[in-house]
């Protein structure tokens, strides 16, 4: 192929580093919305599921949908069903939420369930970033 730019071999071994978060540089902003989450009290913003049920399947916890949720709201992804799909190829995505991937079924039913919550935290989050200077 001469004088153009190859990629590498498809059949090529490789190494990917240890550590997803090796991925994920310090200014993504991933690692902002990480941090925004970690502090807000879910339960007093009105959350469902916060405390997990005694019986049952284990579920997701709130924290995670809404960082999957988040995330597709600064990077226009609103279907639930292409949320699915990011959380199982977006390196981000697997970083953020701990290589989870949840159906879209669960995104979806969280957003029914959770709309007012997800409004407010949306307002607050939107609002920090102003005040940050990230939005204009």
Not at 16 to 27: G, K, L, Q
Not at 47 to 57: D, I, K, M, Q
């Amino acid at each position: 192929m001469g004088r153009f730019i190859t990629g590498a071999d498809r059949s090529q071994t490789t190494l990917f580093p240890p550590c997803v978060d090796d991925w994920i540089a310090e200014d993504n902003p991933v690692r902002a919305v990480d941090a925004f989450v970690a502090v807000l009290d879910l339960g007093e913003l009105g959350f469902a599921g916060v405390e997990p049920a005694a019986t049952g399947r284990p579920a997701y916890h709130p924290s995670v949908l809404l960082k999957l949720y988040i995330y597709g709201y600064l990077n226009r992804v609103q279907s639930s069903r292409r949320l699915e799909r990011e959380a199982d190829r977006n390196v981000e995505l697997m970083w953020l939420i701990g290589r989870l991937v949840p159906d879209h079924k669960t995104i979806a039913d969280f957003r029914r369930d959770n709309g007012e919550a997800i409004r407010q935290v949306c307002g607050r989050f939107v609002l920090l970033c102003r005040q940050m200077g990230l939005l204009a």
